[in-house]
C-alpha cells in the first residue's frame, strides 16, 4: 500500500494502481453502474495529454527529461496498455472532472516509474502541474469526446454502412426483373419490381452516410486551449495552436480550434448533431428491418415473397419454426439508440452559464450507439442481406392479383369505371384483367398489353 495525499486529506492505495488520490475517492464515490468510458475514449485522452505535454514541451514550459516521461506514459494509455487503471464509472463528478484527473494521475504515476521514482511522488512529477498543464476538464473531455466519435464512426460505422449498402444494391440489381404488387396503407397498390423496393432501401442508407458525412465536420472543431471557461488562462499564448498542431499531426486527422472557445465549452453540440445522425440512421434501418421481416413473412400464411437465411431455430416449442432473428437484433438495436439520443439531447440541452457538466453521460452514450450500430448492421448485413433470395412465383401471383392494376385503366375509362372494374374484381375474385375483358373494357390483346404488370413498373 502507499499513501497519497490531495486538497481533501490522505487516501491509502495499493502500491500497484497508477491512478491516486482523486481517482481513488470518485471510484469509492460513485459505485453506480460498473460502466466505464470505453477504449476509444482512454485513448482520446491519452492523444490529448500527449499533445499537451508536447505543446507545453516545445514551449520550454516543462523540463525535457519530464515531459517525455509524460510522452511515453501517454503513449501506453493510446496503446491500451493501462486501460485497467481507469476506474471510474460512467456516472461521475459533473463535466468528467474524475475522469480527467484518472488521466492526469494515471500518467503521472507511470511516467515517475519511468524516471526511477516510485509513484505519488508529485514533487517530482505532478498530474495537476505538469500532465494537466494548461488544461481543464472543461475543454480535455469534449476535446476527447469528439476525438473518439470521429474514429469510431470513421473506422466502425461508415464501413459497416457502406456494406450494407453496397448488399442491398447488389440485391436491387438482382431482383430487377421480378414483378409484385406494390402497397400502401398495407393494401394493395400498383406493381412494383422487388428490385425497385430494394433500390429504395439502398438509396435511403446512402443519404443517411451522406449525412453522417456532413455531421463528422463539426466534430472537426475542438475546445483544447480555453481551458475552464474558453479564457485560456494559465495557458501559454502559443499553447492552444500548438496543441492543436500536435492532436493533428498524432491523429492524421484535420482537427482545428473551435471559432469561438466560450461557445465550444458552454455547448456540445457536436454531440447532440452526431446523435441525432445516429437517430436518423436507426430510423431508416428499423424502417427496412420491419419491411424485410413482412416480405418474408409466411412461409406459407403471409407475404412470403422473400425467403430470408436460417440462422437458428425459432422456437423452444414448434418444431421446424424459423425466425427473421437478424432482423429483430437490429431493431433492438435501434430502438436502444434512439433511447440513447433521448438522454444525450436531455444531457445536452443541460447546459448552464459556462459549461456543460453531463459530458461523461453524453460521450458513454454517443460511442455506445457507434458500437452496437456498426456491429448490429455488420451482422445483419453478412448474415441476412446477403443471403435473401426471392420467391419469384409468389410476386408473381401477387403482382396480377392486385386490385390497384385497375389504376392503368383511368386514362381510357376514367376513374369511376376504373373503380367499377377493381370492384367487380373483389367481389367475385377475378382478376382486373378478367373482368376488363369479360366486361367489354378490353379486348384480349390489349388487356394483356395494358394491363401488363412488367409495363406498369416503368423503366
Known amino acids: 500500500m502507499r499513501i497519497e495525499k490531495d486538497t481533501l486529506g490522505k487516501v491509502r492505495l495499493t502500491d500497484s494502481a497508477y491512478y491516486g488520490a482523486q481517482t481513488k475517492r470518485a471510484a469509492l464515490n460513485f459505485p453506480i453502474s460498473g460502466l466505464r468510458l470505453p477504449r476509444r475514449f482512454i485513448k482520446a485522452q491519452g492523444i490529448v495529454k500527449l499533445a499537451a505535454a508536447r505543446a507545453n514541451g516545445s514551449l520550454g514550459l516543462i523540463g525535457r527529461k519530464i515531459w517525455k516521461a509524460v510522452e511515453k506514459a501517454a503513449m501506453e494509455v493510446i496503446s491500451g496498455r493501462l486501460d485497467g487503471h481507469f476506474v471510474v464509472d ?24 519511468i524516471l526511477g521514482r516510485k509513484k ?10 505538469h500532465v494537466n498543464m494548461a488544461q481543464s476538464t472543461n475543454d480535455t473531455i469534449p476535446t476527447s469526446m469528439y476525438i473518439s466519435c470521429r474514429e ?7 464501413p459497416a454502412l457502406q456494406g450494407l449498402h453496397g ?3 447488389a440485391k436491387a440489381e438482382e431482383f430487377d426483373g421480378i414483378v409484385k404488387a406494390g402497397r400502401t396503407h398495407l393494401q394493395d397498390a400498383v406493381p412494383v419490381r422487388l428490385g425497385q423496393e430494394f433500390s429504395g432501401f439502398a438509396e435511403a442508407v446512402k443519404n443517411d ?62 454531440a447532440l448533431e452526431l446523435s441525432a445522425s445516429l437517430r436518423g440512421i436507426s430510423i431508416t434501418l428499423t424502417k427496412i428491418a420491419n419491411d424485410i421481416r413482412l416480405l418474408s413473412s409466411g412461409p406459407r400464411t403471409g407475404f412470403a415473397e422473400i425467403r430470408l437465411p436460417a440462422v437458428q431455430p425459432g422456437s423452444s416449442i414448434m418444431p421446424g419454426k424459423v425466425n427473421p432473428v437478424m432482423a429483430e437484433m437490429l431493431n433492438m438495436v435501434c430502438f436502444q439508440v434512439m433511447g440513447n439520443d433521448t438522454a444525450i439531447a436531455c444531457a445536452v440541452q443541460a447546459s448552464q452559464l459556462e459549461l456543460n457538466v453531463m459530458m461523461p453521460l453524453i460521450a458513454h452514450n454517443l460511442l455506445f450507439s457507434v458500437e452496437i450500430l456498426s456491429n448490429g448492421v455488420n451482422a445483419f448485413t453478412e448474415k441476412c442481406v446477403t443471403g435473401i433470395t426471392a420467391n419469384t412465383k409468389r410476386c408473381g401471383e401477387y403482382a396480377e392479383a392486385t386490385l390497384a392494376m385497375a389504376t392503368a385503366l383511368n386514362p381510357l375509362v376514367g376513374y369511376a369505371s376504373a373503380a367499377g372494374v377493381a370492384g367487380d374484381a373483389y367481389r367475385t375474385g377475378k382478376t382486373v384483367r378478367q373482368v376488363a375483358v369479360e366486361k367489354g373494357v378490353l379486348n384480349e390483346k390489349d388487356a394483356a398489353r395494358i394491363l401488363d404488370p412488367r409495363r406498369l413498373t416503368g423503366k
Not at 122 to 128: A, D, E, K, V
Not at 220 to 245: E, K, M, S
Request: aromatic fraction near 8%; charged fraction near 20%; proline fraction near 4%.
Open 152 to 158: 469510431a464512426v470513421t473506422e466502425d460505422l461508415m
Open 167 to 169: 448488399a442491398l444494391s
Open 209 to 270: 452516410m451522406a449525412r453522417l458525412d456532413r455531421t463528422l465536420e463539426s466534430l472537426l472543431y475542438l475546445p483544447v486551449g480555453g481551458n475552464a471557461l474558453g479564457t485560456g488562462i494559465n495557458a501559454h499564448p502559443r499553447f492552444r495552436g500548438r496543441v492543436i498542431r500536435e492532436i493533428r499531426e498524432i491523429t492524421g486527422v484535420g482537427f482545428r480550434s473551435c471559432k469561438n472557445l466560450f461557445e465550444g465549452i458552454q455547448n456540445v453540440y457536436p
Open 120 to 129: 505519488g511522488d508529485y514533487s517530482f512529477i505532478h498530474p495537476n502541474d
Open 90 to 113: 460512467v456516472y461521475q463528478a459533473g463535466a468528467g472532472t474524475s475522469q480527467n484527473m484518472n488521466a492526469n494521475e494515471v500518467i503521472a504515476n507511470r511516467a515517475l516509474e
